[in-house]
C-alpha cells in the first residue's frame, strides 16, 4: 500500500485534532533508518517513560531492546473504544501489572506502568465514579510508578473532578503524578493543570507534565515541575524540534518519551531522538539525563524503580510462562540471553 503521510490525517489517538497550523509547512522531524543511527547510539541505554505497549507488537519489544531500550513506563490510556463496564477497566489494569509486564520482560525490557482514568474516560460519570473505587487496588501493586496518565482533554467540568480526585489518591498513596495535556488549548490547559496540582498541596517535583512544546516548556520548569516531551513525528514535536529544546533548556528536568499507541507512532523514537542530539554535538551527559536518568529520578520517586534490576539487562528466559501462557507462538523455539546485548 502507498502511504503518504502529508496528505494523512493528524493521528488522533493522543487527542490531536487538525489544527491547519502554517508551522505544518517546516519540516521539524527527522526520520533516521537504523543504518544511519545505529554507530551513534552504541552503547547507550534508554527509559522510555510513556509508551503503550499494549498497542505494540512483539517485533516492537525486539526492535526496542536491540536499540538499547531497557525499560519504560506505560500508562492506563484511552483504548479509541469507549468502555462500557467497569470489568473492561479492570481487565485492562490488570493487564498492564501482569501480562504486559511478563510479555515485555520475555523481550529483555522491564516494565513499569502508570494507573489512573483517563481524561476523556472522565467524562462518563457514572462509570467514572466506578472506576474510582477500583484504582486503589491497582495503585498499591508492585512496579506501578505513578497514577496517569490523567489530566484534560476538552477541559470540561467531569474531567477538572477526576482530575482534583486523583490526585488526592495520587498523595495517599505517595506516588508521582503524570499529566495528560491538551492539543486544544494547551497553553491554558498546562497552566490550568499546574495550578491545580500545586492548590492540592503537591511539589512539583512529584508532577510530570506531559506532552509539553516550545509555547509551555518554559513555565514548566520554572514552577519546577517536570516536563515530558512526546516526539510524535506529524503532531505533538518533531525531533529536530526536541534538538533545540535541549539545546535552549538544558538538561535538567525534561524527559523525552515516544508515546506510541495504536496511531501513527514510532517505538523507536526515543533512540532516534538520542541520536539526532549526538549528531548534533549535544553532550553525552545531557542526552543520558534527558533519554534515561531524569524519568528514573522522577518516577523513582514511587520507591518502585530499582536500577540495578534492569541497568545491566534482564536475563531473557522465553521458556516462561505466566498463569500457564507463554509468548511463544504455535512451535516457535524460545530465545534464551543470559547475558546483555544491547545492540547485536
Ligand atoms: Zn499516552
Known sequence: ??????????????FEESQGTSDQEVPTHRDLTWDEYRDTIQGMRFFDPHIHMTSRTTDDYQTMFDAGI???IEPAFWLGQPRTGLSSFKDYYSSLVNWERFRSSQFGI??????GLNSREANNEPLAEQVMEILPLFL???????VGEIGFDDQTAAEEKYYRAQLELAKQAKLPVQVHTPHRDKKHGTERSMAIALEHGFDPAWVIIDHNNEETVKSVLDQGFYAGFTIYPFTKMGNERMVKVVEQYGPERIMINSAADWGISDPLALPKTAALMKMRGISDETIRKVTYQNAIDAFGQSGQIHETDFANGLEIDQSQKMNGNTILRGGQQPRIAKESLFIN
Open 1 to 14: 500500500m502507498q502511504q503518504n503521510h502529508k496528505n494523512q490525517e493528524p493521528n488522533p489517538s493522543h
Open 70 to 72: 531497557v525499560a519504560l
Open 110 to 115: 522491564r516494565h513499569y506502568c502508570t494507573i
Open 140 to 146: 498499591y501493586k508492585e512496579g506501578v510508578v505513578g
